[in-house]
């Protein structure tokens, strides 16, 4: 029999329990005939027949049809030619993977949709990819930040920066859980927003984010291309408040009113403008009294970056009874409860000198600490004095930008010169301190 020729009886394609079955006969165009094959097959109820003049493509069609019959994907029979071709591609395509076709279909669409608009599947594979390449070890955010303040820990960093870490960091790992290269700048976006809190504090939760995510880059758990991330974050607006800061009069009075072994703190608080924090971790060697200079360590610094802030002559008159061979300059570890007893011995001493001039102390007015006052105040005098933005930034280890933001024009000239003109009344009132502080 010839190739494109079968007998009178119809050919059957089997697969299971279903047949097709391709009829052999003539078409006649213009009086010439030409071989045809009929094939036939049932969808439902109803009779099927496709005419093809080729029958190797009549049997490559019947056995296609048997097999989705007998697979019972009746639907792609009801396809066109065009649409049955990219069906078969399609499956040819999902065969390596053994992922059947409406299941790809739903995956693709459900995932399409997550994406921002205009953002092909392919550019968020590809930035996936950057981001996890396989020889990065993969760190959940809560892994990330338990080595980070066991790092800190190691470093002495004090209590209240770790537990500032613990506090921040908590919440942040608790938010996104998962690995941390899956982290994005909208998902940090998103977790600021929805922490409720004052554009300040958004700043503080931020600035931990940003110290965990270069933490990782360095440890290679992150590509350095990740920090992108953090740069796309909005960096939160904190509200603008007035600067409040301590006058010379209410300085000396404080300086009488204190007992002597709060005197270091205050005085270097004072004229040199060191932080709360920076203040407590200040030992006695990093006070170079003979070259006339605070060493503030990278490691003790707010912001992780050594600096060198100048003995002013005042300060110098202050510091020099009063210096030691090594220990932390103030021993104590509750400075706010110091503060706290430093302002009562301060309005006990105002209403002492107020029944001195036969006043009544009830009309006097209380005294008030200002938070971070001394700090404030150094600056503000301190530019004032030397009219020199980025000497003074470099000192307080600040900003210019921040500096002349918030303390220009604060106080004049001649306030400058009363304020580091406080000076010791004379040797009986500066006390050299014992060798051991109390830490209470």
């Known amino acids: 029999m010839k190739s494109n020729s079968v007998s009178k009886r119809p050919l059957e394609i089997k697969n299971g329990n279903v047949t097709v079955k391709i009829y052999a006969g003539k078409n006649r165009v213009n009086g010439a005939s030409y071989p ?30 048997a097999a989705k019959l007998a697979n019972g994907e009746n639907e792609v029979l009801r396809l ?21 076709l409406n299941v790809a279909v739903s995956e693709y669409v459900n995932t399409v949709k997550r994406l921002p608009q205009g953002v092909k599947l392919s550019e968020a594979v590809d930035f996936f990819l950057r981001r996890n390449p396989t020889a990065l070890p993969q760190k959940t955010v809560r892994e990330v930040v338990d080595e980070l303040i066991a790092s800190k820990t190691k470093q002495d960093r004090g209590e209240k920066h770790l537990a500032d870490l613990e506090s921040r960091l908590g919440r942040f790992a608790d938010a996104m859980q998962m690995n941390i290269g899956q982290v994005t700048g909208v998902m940090i976006q998103k977790h600021l927003d929805e922490l409720n809190v004052a554009g300040r504090t958004q700043q503080n939760h931020l600035r931990h984010i940003t110290s965990l ?35 010379p009069v209410e300085l000396r009075e404080l300086l009488t ?12 608080a004072a004229f040199a403008g060191l932080r709360t924090a920076e203040l407590q971790r200040l030992d006695w060697h990093e006070v170079n009294l003979t070259e006339r200079y605070i060493e503030v360590t990278a490691a003790k610094s707010k912001t992780a970056s050594r600096r060198l802030v100048p003995i002013t002559d005042n300060l110098l008159s202050w510091l020099t009874p009063l210096s030691q061979t090594g220990g932390r300059v103030t021993g104590f570890e509750n400075m706010a409860k110091q503060i706290g007893w430093l302002v009562q011995d301060m309005n006990k001493s105002r209403e002492k000198r107020a029944q001195e001039n036969g006043q009544d102390p009830k009309n006097i007015q209380s005294f008030e600490w ?36 918030h303390y220009r024009q604060l106080v004049t000239e001649s306030e400058a010169a009363k304020w580091f003109f406080i000076m010791p009344e004379n040797k009986e009132n500066v006390i050299a301190l014992p060798k051991a502080m109390a830490t209470n």
């Open 36 to 65: 045809q094959f009929t094939l036939v097959h049932y969808l439902g109820s109803q009779r099927i027949k496709r005419k093809f003049a080729d029958l190797k493509l009549a049997k490559r069609e019947a056995e296609l049809v």
């Open 80 to 100: 066109t030619s065009t649409d049955r071709v990219v069906y078969l591609q399609a499956r040819a395509e999902l065969h390596p993977l053994n992922l059947p």
């Open 257 to 268: 009113a204190a007992r002597p072994e709060i005197i270091p703190w205050l005085v270097v």
């Open 370 to 405: 200002k938070r971070n006052g001394l700090r404030h105040s150094f600056i503000s005098y301190r530019l004032a004095a030397i009219k020199n933005t980025a000497e003074v930034a470099l000192e307080a280890g600040n900003s210019p930008q921040m500096i002349f933001k």
């Open 213 to 247: 995510f270069r933490f990782a880059a360095r440890k290679k758990y992150l590509p350095k291309d990740a920090l992108d991330e953090i740069a796309a974050v909005e960096k939160p607006e904190a509200a603008l408040t007035d600067i409040e800061i301590f006058s």
